[in-house]
């Protein structure tokens, strides 16, 4: 029996099929954001050097239907930066919901594809404002985004710029310790999702959310990325949490607000981890 190979457009709609169900979401905006958004026009020419447990391997052609797996693709083999695995991005997509009109902050854009699909998730009416600290991946990003509104493109540290308010803050890139620039930016209700890397045993996703009472947190699901600039410095850290402890989180301090006590996890210079929630 004689079996012709899926087109392009079925291999893309059932990636999009997959990331909606790595998302854990009920949203099917999601859905279309993953078929609409096409992977390989953020990667660059292939054939493509795709990541396996710190390997490197050469697609055999230059065939998109190779990008459309759960797969990391290296966009900076000497940096070790590489265009994020796609059920990850799901899950964080699906923990922070976007939602249209909203205002985003992206840390760390590689070439903009995530962006993309945050800016199909906020239209009509929101924004992303895409940061990414190498001069080279903000050009491509730039240059990739070209075709899509209400997204500007900033080269920079966003440790250290003066942020907009923003709805979301989706982050990019492993933290020691989110700066509390990025929490002060947060809207009432809004969330940031951050790789938490509190030391080389220590990645997980974090998503905190802004209320009445200060900053709710909860850890999600590992994940591990390149090192944030001006956010990696474990020097910081007064108190290095267990990854037992880690997962514990459900809150928040700037410690200019509340000194640390006994349900600290983990405290830094500017703020601190509690296993107790934000009304304890």
């Not at 996703?205 to 990325?225: K, N, S, Y």
């Amino acid at each position: 029996m004689t079996h012709s190979r899926a087109s392009l457009d079925d291999i893309r709609a059932f990636h999009a099929r997959m990331m909606a169900a790595a998302s854990n979401s009920a949203d099917e905006r999601l859905e279309r954001a993953f078929r609409l958004v096409r992977r390989e026009a953020f990667i660059g020419p292939g054939p493509w050097q795709i990541v396996v447990n710190g390997r490197y391997l050469e697609t055999p052609a230059a065939d998109p239907a190779f990008l459309y797996q759960n797969v990391l693709v290296s966009l900076d083999k000497s940096k070790g930066i590489n265009n994020g695995e796609p059920f990850l991005h799901a899950a964080f997509l699906g923990a922070v919901a976007p939602r249209p009109g909203e205002t985003v902050v992206q840390i760390g854009t590689g070439t903009g594809y995530y962006t993309a699909i945050l800016s199909t998730l906020v239209t009509p009416g929101g924004h992303v404002h895409a940061i990414e600290i190498d001069e080279a991946l903000a050009s491509r990003t730039r240059d990739n985004l070209a075709a899509f509104d209400g997204i500007s493109v900033i080269c920079g540290d966003a440790t250290s710029l003066e942020l907009p308010q923003a709805d979301l803050l989706y982050v990019s890139a492993g933290v020691v310790a989110p700066p509390i620039s990025w929490l002060q930016a947060l809207k009432p209700g809004g969330r940031i999702i951050v790789p938490w890397q509190a030391n080389d045993k220590i990645g997980l996703a974090v998503l905190i959310t802004r209320t009445d009472q200060g900053f709710d947190a909860r850890a999600l699901m590992p994940a591990f990325f390149i090192p944030c600039i001006g956010a990696s410095d474990p020097i910081q850290c007064s108190r290095i949490p267990t990854v037992g402890a880690a997962r514990s989180i459900r809150s928040v301090w700037l410690t200019r607000d509340r000194d640390p006590d006994e349900t600290a996890v983990a405290i830094y210079r500017d703020l601190w981890f509690s296993n107790a929630g934000i009304g304890a």
